[in-house]
């Protein structure tokens, strides 16, 4: 058996599955609509959700990924969770369900050394994911705390000088005027 190919053969299955599993993290108000709205504006995250876990998918079960796809596939759906309500697990958890629903489709043929060793591979395969996205999880996170903080920084100012406790120096221009 290729398991591979099989895996290739099963993939629109398993990623609806998988995604699936990605929309039952969110309220039950937001997996119904994730799942009946079908138009890509009225549904930007469902759509985006989908198309991620697609092109995951194709690179999961590759034995060699391309490190810059998955970055690239990676990006929109962790950039999303990053700025939604949950916590770093909980918004990276869905990709290790991946590898229970492959463990799934191919457990009929673990006795096959060639399926054992190819679940070894799709293993890393998902490891390498979990890095890639904890890497992007972790600038968009920095970048929204540093944002909350320069907007602070903008308030506190403004507030000093509303109440006259800083006064904002003119700026300065040293050429001189002709008169």
Not at 98 to 119: C, M, P, S, T, W
């Amino acid at each position: 058996m290729n398991p591979e190919k099989h895996l290739k053969d099963k993939q629109q299955k398993l990623v609806e599955k998988w995604v699936d599993a990605v929309f039952y993290t969110y309220p039950a108000d937001s997996v119904k609509f994730f799942k009946n709205t079908k138009d890509s504006f009225a549904n930007p995250a469902g759509n985006t959700i989908k198309r991620s876990i697609g092109l995951l998918y194709a690179q999961v079960i590759r034995t060699k990924m391309d490190p810059k796809a998955v970055a690239e596939a990676m990006d929109p759906i962790v950039r999303l969770r990053a700025v939604q309500e949950f916590t770093p697990a909980d918004a990276l958890s869905f990709i290790l369900q991946i590898k229970q629903f492959i463990k799934k489709e191919l457990g009929e043929n673990r006795q096959d050394e060639n399926v054992e060793a190819y679940l070894r591979v799709i293993e890393l395969n998902v490891d390498k994911l979990i890095l890639i996205a904890f890497d992007i999880y972790t600038k968009c996170r920095e970048k929204i705390y540093l944002l909350r903080i320069n907007q602070a920084k903008e308030s506190v100012k403004k507030l000093l000088i509303k109440k006259d406790l800083l006064c904002e120096i003119p700026d300065y221009n040293p050429e001189p005027q002709s008169i």
